[in-house]
């Protein structure tokens, strides 16, 4: 059974940084995509950053460009997420997941992620 587990989440005020950690129990790069999404108490959950695992081709919502940025270590088996300049709407739950179909590309679409960590909050306070 595949398994991530994500952790560095916390409290920060605006204008901090965090950097979360989403790390694999197989290797990341038989998966099409790893990805970060977020979801808010009463929203959708949010495709935020993407990161091809073979290659390295990101991709980031237009939410969170120039602000954050997705990484991974394979030799790790890890995905990162630093996070800066966080404000108030950037609070959330935030959850890594692994798209194991091959696509040749990487897609926001939750559904169509086949493994998810437990999630680990963000709370970004004014």
């Known amino acids: 059974q595949v398994q991530l587990v994500e952790s560095g989440g916390g409290s920060v005020q605006t204008g901090g940084s965090l950097r979360l950690s989403c790390a694999a129990s197989?290797?990341?790069?038989?998966?099409?995509?790893m990805a970060w999404f977020r979801q808010a108490p009463g929203k959708e959950r949010e495709g935020v950053a993407l990161?091809?695992?073979?290659?390295?081709?990101?991709y980031l919502a237009d939410s969170v460009r120039g602000r954050f940025t997705i990484s991974r270590d394979s030799a790790k088996r890890t995905v990162y997420l630093q996070m800066n300049s966080l404000k108030p709407e950037d609070t959330a739950m935030y959850y890594c997941?692994?798209?194991?179909?091959?696509?040749?590309?990487?897609?926001?679409?939750?559904?169509?992620?086949?493994?998810w960590g437990q999630g680990t909050q963000v709370t970004v306070s004014s």
């Open positions: 990161i091809r695992p073979s290659g390295g081709t990101t």
């Open positions: 197989e290797a990341i790069s038989m998966y099409n995509c």
């Open positions: 997941a692994a798209d194991e179909t091959y696509r040749g590309y990487c897609h926001s679409d939750p559904g169509g992620y086949t493994y």
